[in-house]
């Protein structure tokens, strides 16, 4: 599994030794794991970051004036800076830690977006938004009214900035859009479509769950206004994610939650709150989480960005190929733009059945709608399979997918 030869320096079997779970067997097989899109895998230095964090400088923050709060407090702060520079966002204070992505959207719709909706104000979105970036609209819908504006992707799954300008009127308040679709792989033209909403004057929100993974983001040259990442598909912990947003907007974002550390004074008649960023983080924040996350982004920029993203994609391709030349199956999503995840259907095979197979030849694959439901509608599927490819996966790990589907297609004759 490991023999592959070095791609322009880039040493996957080295990789993989950094991902102690990958050594392991599933149902008597080698773990093949492809489910990265849902979640991916942790290396030994950011288990070794939580490990030595937890044993020997573990306090809470911002509270005490001990040693070890102090020190507990930097490595927080540390963490919020790291994630800066991994958006290349312009200041620390606009990055906020929420407990995962779908906690940054909700933090946006709820802090920014609802004190500004009136009845038949208008949401733009795309068909190919996970439910996270579907659901916290569809409450601002339900409680006050707004208008979900859906803007369809082509057959192949692009998405055409064009379309989502046309979309805007006078009454939109926000274009909430992924910058790269968890079920198709599209990578969505970010920059466009902020400068073609910008013009009429609509902020941009971007969900970067997966976004994030694959590449280099920078939010400055976006000039995005709020982006959603979350930690546990970068290689870092659960429970972590971050919400990037502007600072002028964050000036005029209410609280999300109320509690400890948000507030600047409470008294038994008022309370009055915090700046950003603490204003949106209230009560004792995941600080174990945040150290997991900073060492993530360490290793990610250790192995390089750009140079990960170009060996998922030979990855990818290569899958994408050789899936093509089974008979009976369809991949869904073919945008020219598109990160390495690949969704498909084996004609005739429920997906949940499809993945079941391919887990018992090893091989970890999701099988299901994926939090997509609009999109399952878009394309008429009931559920897709979909094999999403990390920084640590292999050619041969391609292979054994072709052969475990070739193993499926024979049960089910
Ligand atoms: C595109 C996209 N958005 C949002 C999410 C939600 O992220 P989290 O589960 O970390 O809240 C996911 C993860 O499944 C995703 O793929």
């Not at 997991?292 to 994609?313: C, F, P, Q, S, T």
Request: charged content about 25%; some cysteine.
């Amino acid at each position: 599994m490991n023999a592959e030869p070095h791609m322009n320096g880039y040493d996957v079997a080295a990789l993989r030794r950094d991902f102690p779970i990958l050594s392991r067997k599933v149902h008597g097989k080698p773990l093949v794991y492809l489910d990265n899109a849902a979640s991916a895998q942790k290396p030994k230095p950011v288990l070794d970051a939580i490990g030595s964090f937890v044993t020997s400088e573990y306090a809470n923050v911002h509270r005490g004036v001990h040693f070890l709060s102090g020190a507990a407090t930097e490595r927080y702060e540390d963490a919020r800076r790291r994630v800066q520079r991994f958006l290349n966002a312009a200041h620390e204070d606009e990055i906020i830690f929420t407990k995962g992505g779908t906690e940054a959207i909700n933090l946006v719709a709820a802090s920014y977006l609802a004190p500004r909706i009136e009845p038949g104000d208008e949401i733009v979105l795309s068909v190919m938004e996970h439910h996270s970036n579907i659901v916290p609209w569809h409450f601002l819908r339900e409680r006050q009214g707004a208008v979900l504006k859906w803007v369809d992707v082509s057959d192949r799954g692009e998405l055409d900035p064009a379309d989502i300008a046309r979309a805007i009127t006078a009454k939109t308040r926000l274009v909430a859009i992924s910058h790269m679709s968890n079920v198709l792989g599209t990578k969505t033209d970010l920059r466009q479509i902020v400068r073609l909403a910008h013009a009429k004057g609509v902020p941009v929100l971007a969900d970067g769950c997966q976004g994030a993974v694959h590449g280099t983001v920078d939010v400055k040259d976006l000039d995005v206004d709020f982006y959603a990442m979350t930690g546990h598909k970068l290689y870092g912990p659960t429970g972590i994610g971050a919400l990037y947003a502007k600072r002028a907007h964050l000036k005029t974002m209410r609280p999300y939650q109320g509690g400890g550390e948000m507030i600047r004074e409470v008294t038994r008649a008022n309370v009055t709150y915090a700046d950003a960023p603490m204003r949106f983080e209230a009560g004792t924040p995941p600080i174990v989480q945040t150290v997991g996350l900073a060492a993530a982004l360490d290793y990610l920029d250790a192995v390089g960005r750009e140079k990960i993203a170009a060996h998922e994609m030979t990855l990818a391709r290569s899958a994408a190929r050789k899936l093509k030349e089974l008979n009976g199956v369809r991949i869904i999503g073919e945008a020219e733009e598109k990160g390495p995840i690949i969704s498909f259907e084996a004609i005739g095979i429920h997906a949940h059945d499809l993945a079941t197979i391919l887990d018992r030849e090893g091989v970890a694959v999701r099988g299901g709608h994926h939090c997509a439901q609009p999109l399952m509608d878009r394309f008429n599927v009931a559920g897709t399979a979909r094999a999403s490819f990390a920084l640590y996966n292999t050619m041969e790990e391609v292979d054994a997918l072709i052969a475990a589907l070739g193993e499926a297609r024979r049960v089910f004759g």
